[in-house]
């Protein structure tokens, strides 16, 4: 199940950003050395959980340049100055449509409900919290590395 949720996320992030964000995410078959993590500092954090026959949670960390950008595309002006609430209403956005485009594709059913998305500031984030995490896909930009997490458990074989 894992493996399809990780394909499923990479196909539904890739597509969303592309078409609502105007942004190339390139998924990575494995965690970039760290001398490719640049300057990536400061990042804006978003989780979202879900729940039904698959439920789980996922966290993203976007690099602050990256989450600027895709407000920018989403508002119609990447030149025009975003508000730290834009940037996370943005970011809550993103998120939502990325993992109901990814619970379209492992639950097409539609059995599973989605939480509501929380973005925050996460200066304390750091790609080292993360590089073990068997959950972990990360996707090149050209504002930096996107780092999502993803924790699923399977919720077919509960009895009412």
């Given at each position: 199940?894992?493996?399809?949720?990780?394909?499923?996320?990479?196909?539904?992030?890739?597509?969303?950003?592309?078409?609502?964000?105007?942004?190339?995410?390139?998924?990575?078959?494995?965690?970039?050395?760290?001398?490719?993590?640049?300057?990536?500092?400061?990042?804006?954090?978003?989780?979202?959980?879900?729940?039904?026959?698959?439920?789980?949670?996922?966290?993203?960390?976007?690099?602050?340049?990256?989450?600027r950008s895709i407000t920018g595309n989403f508002l119609g002006d990447a030149d025009v100055e975003v508000s730290e609430a834009q940037?996370?209403?943005?970011?809550?956005?993103?998120?939502?449509?990325?993992?109901?485009?990814?619970?379209?594709?492992?639950?097409?059913?539609?059995?599973?409900?989605?939480?509501?998305?929380?973005?925050y500031a996460a200066s304390d984030f750091s790609p080292e919290a993360v590089v073990a995490d068997l959950g972990l896909s990360v996707?090149?930009?050209?504002?930096?590395?996107?780092?999502?997490?993803?924790?699923?458990?399977?919720?077919?074989?509960?009895?009412?």
């Amino acid at each position: 199940m894992e493996e399809a949720v990780r394909r499923a996320i990479a196909v539904s992030l890739a597509e969303v950003f592309e078409t609502m964000f105007f942004t190339l995410l390139e998924p990575l078959s494995a965690i970039p050395p760290r001398e490719e993590w640049g300057d990536e500092q400061d990042f804006v954090g978003a989780s979202l959980s879900f729940d039904g026959p698959v439920s789980g949670r996922l966290h993203f960390y976007l690099p602050r340049p990256l989450a600027r950008s895709i407000t920018g595309n989403f508002l119609g002006d990447a030149d025009v100055e975003v508000s730290e609430a834009q940037i996370f209403d943005t970011v809550r956005e993103a998120v939502n449509m990325a993992v109901g485009s990814m619970l379209g594709r492992i639950d097409p059913e539609g059995h599973c409900m989605l939480g509501i998305p929380e973005a925050y500031a996460a200066s304390d984030f750091s790609p080292e919290a993360v590089v073990a995490d068997l959950g972990l896909s990360v996707f090149k930009t050209g504002f930096g590395h996107l780092w999502v997490t993803c924790i699923v458990k399977s919720t077919e074989s509960r009895t009412a």
